[in-house]
């Protein structure tokens, strides 16, 4: 865009230009300064008591549809393991193993080095495939605990579960949590009520609603407290053992009452989304850091199209418009403060559009890498958009970016 100098344009004292070096350290250092706070609250923790994990999504060559579902089906199970909270990632096993440089099957090492990238001292990881028999996928799930062997169970399961709110593949996927954990099995409690809408409620934890006075839970083995609330309703309290990997029905006749503002589960507050918010404020600053940068390139055009036009009238001796022998030319002097305004400006575009062009790059990764613009819409159940997983790798002769787009 901009053209190339002349030795008589861009002649210019040592003290007026500027080094790319310290610039790129100046960008730097604001884009870390940016980012900072949006990693400092995403590294928060829910609950100091829970034992925090990461699930990676499940890795598969030949059954991307059933390893998404058994992904979500086995984050879900995680959120609601007592002593277990769930730490959100969109990154995929294939795409840690890339850029760690990982063996084709994951050893001791690269596991390793993947907990090391994700500063975690435990993670979920696991393979699909189709077998042994047609019209079924197996599924190799693995917990690595850092300092520990890894837990791994192998079960193979039909190729028709692919919605992770399908109730089988959620037994599925609680065999595989609890199995690699240790945690004791689920139960499902089958709820039904004389009431259409209202909260059941576990051991006095909202645990669901009543869907046309239906409702099915998944809660641990043993002992618990069942209670139905719904408004103009007196509560109804049951107790019963559940057993692991059964079907538990439960009958709940309501009798009207006083309204129990406690019926209805309160939502979780949503936490706020730092990382979004600092993603869009960069790339505003970047694209208005742009814009500017390219006014300023072509103001450098137009000084440089009005130096052109005075150098006709400057005698050819004068060489060097800004010497002490040029100033009694009225000519050469404005050429000469044109000059300089043309090194200003082409300073200004060259430094504010690179700069622009840094922020607003870091502002989308930001944005394409918010892990709370992903999962959720998944783990209902419902078909999640595009996603795009970034993430950075470094060598010993460079580094780079390994991307992997879902759609």
Same mark, same amino acid.
């Not at 028709?160 to 599925?172: M, Y």
């Not at 709820?191 to 209202?198: D, I, L, P």
């Not at 009207?256 to 979780?268: F, K, V, Y």
């Given at each position: 865009? /901009?053209?190339?100098?002349?030795?008589?344009l861009f002649?210019?004292?040592?003290?007026?230009?500027?080094?790319?070096?310290?610039?790129?350290?100046?960008?730097? %250092?604001?884009?870390?300064?940016?980012?900072a706070?949006?990693?400092?609250?995403?590294?928060?923790?829910? +609950?100091?008591?829970?034992?925090?994990? &990461?699930?990676?999504d499940?890795?598969?060559?030949?059954?991307?549809?059933?390893?998404e579902?058994?992904s979500?089906? #086995?984050?879900?199970?995680?959120?609601? !393991?007592?002593? &277990?909270?769930? #730490?959100?990632?969109? =990154?995929?096993l294939s795409t @840690?193993?890339?850029?760690l440089?990982?063996p084709?099957?994951?050893?001791?090492?690269?596991?390793?080095?993947?907990?090391?990238?994700?500063?975690?001292?435990?993670?979920?990881?696991?393979? @699909?495939?189709?077998?042994?028999?047609?019209?079924?996928?197996?599924?190799?799930?693995?917990?690595?605990?850092?300092?520990?062997?890894?837990?791994?169970?192998?079960? +193979? &399961?039909?190729?028709?579960?692919?919605?992770?709110?399908?109730?089988?593949?959620?037994k599925?996927?609680?065999r595989?949590?609890?199995k690699?954990?240790g945690?004791?099995?689920?139960? %499902?409690?089958?709820v039904?009520?004389?009431?259409?809408?209202?909260g059941?409620?576990?051991?006095?934890?909202?645990?669901? =609603?009543?869907?046309?006075? =239906?409702?099915?839970?998944?809660?641990?083995?043993g002992?618990?407290?069942?209670?139905?609330?719904?408004?103009?309703?007196? %509560?109804?309290?049951?107790t019963?053992?559940?057993?692991?990997?059964?079907?538990?029905?439960?009958?709940?006749?309501?009798?009207?009452?006083?309204?129990?503002?406690? +019926?209805?589960?309160?939502?979780?507050?949503?936490p706020?989304?730092?990382?979004?918010?600092?993603?869009? +404020?960069?790339?505003?600053?970047?694209?208005?850091?742009?814009?500017?940068?390219a006014i300023?390139?072509?103001?450098? /055009?137009?000084?440089k199209?009005? /130096?052109?036009? &005075?150098?006709?009238?400057?005698?050819?001796?004068?060489?060097?418009?800004?010497?002490?022998? !040029?100033?009694?030319?009225?000519?050469a002097?404005?050429?000469?403060?044109? !000059?300089?305004?043309?090194?200003?400006?082409?300073t200004?575009?060259?430094? #504010?559009?690179?700069?622009?062009?840094?922020?607003?790059a870091?502002?989308v990764?930001l944005?394409?890498?918010?892990?709370?613009?992903?999962?959720?819409?998944k783990?209902?159940?419902?078909?999640?958009?595009?996603?795009?997983?970034?993430?950075?790798?470094?060598?010993?002769?460079?580094?780079? /970016?390994? @991307?992997?787009?879902t759609?």
């Amino acid at each position: 865009m /901009l053209l190339p100098r002349r030795a008589s344009l861009f002649t210019a004292p040592v003290s007026r230009r500027l080094r790319f070096s310290q610039l790129t350290a100046a960008i730097l %250092t604001l884009v870390a300064g940016v980012a900072a706070p949006t990693k400092s609250a995403h590294a928060e923790l829910p +609950s100091s008591r829970a034992t925090p994990v &990461y699930v990676l999504d499940v890795d598969s060559d030949d059954a991307e549809d059933q390893a998404e579902a058994l992904s979500s089906a #086995l984050r879900s199970r995680v959120r609601t !393991a007592t002593g &277990y909270s769930l #730490l959100e990632t969109n =990154q995929a096993l294939s795409t @840690l193993m890339v850029a760690l440089k990982c063996p084709p099957k994951p050893d001791a090492p690269c596991l390793q080095r993947i907990g090391d990238q994700l500063r975690a001292d435990r993670f979920i990881w696991g393979t @699909l495939s189709k077998g042994p028999s047609p019209h079924m996928v197996t599924g190799d799930v693995h917990l690595w605990t850092r300092g520990k062997p890894d837990a791994t169970l192998r079960e +193979s &399961y039909t190729d028709n579960l692919k919605d992770p709110s399908d109730d089988s593949l959620k037994k599925v996927a609680s065999r595989f949590f609890e199995k690699v954990t240790g945690t004791p099995a689920n139960g %499902t409690v089958v709820v039904q009520s004389t009431v259409e809408r209202g909260g059941v409620f576990v051991d006095g934890v909202a645990r669901g =609603q009543l869907e046309r006075g =239906q409702a099915r839970l998944d809660v641990p083995s043993g002992a618990h407290t069942i209670e139905v609330r719904a408004p103009g309703f007196t %509560t109804s309290t049951q107790t019963l053992n559940v057993a692991a990997n059964v079907d538990t029905p439960l009958s709940f006749a309501l009798s009207p009452g006083s309204t129990d503002d406690r +019926s209805a589960p309160h939502e979780p507050t949503k936490p706020f989304p730092v990382r979004r918010v600092v993603g869009w +404020s960069t790339v505003g600053v970047g694209v208005v850091a742009i814009g500017i940068g390219a006014i300023e390139g072509f103001r450098f /055009l137009g000084l440089k199209s009005d /130096l052109d036009d &005075y150098r006709q009238t400057i005698p050819k001796n004068l060489t060097d418009i800004c010497s002490e022998d !040029a100033q009694s030319n009225a000519t050469a002097v404005l050429a000469c403060r044109k !000059a300089s305004d043309a090194r200003d400006a082409r300073t200004l575009g060259f430094v #504010l559009g690179g700069a622009g062009v840094a922020v607003a790059a870091v502002g989308v990764v930001l944005l394409l890498t918010d892990p709370g613009s992903s999962d959720p819409a998944k783990d209902r159940g419902v078909a999640a958009g595009p996603k795009l997983n970034v993430l950075p790798s470094f060598g010993s002769t460079g580094g780079g /970016l390994d @991307l992997r787009g879902t759609f």
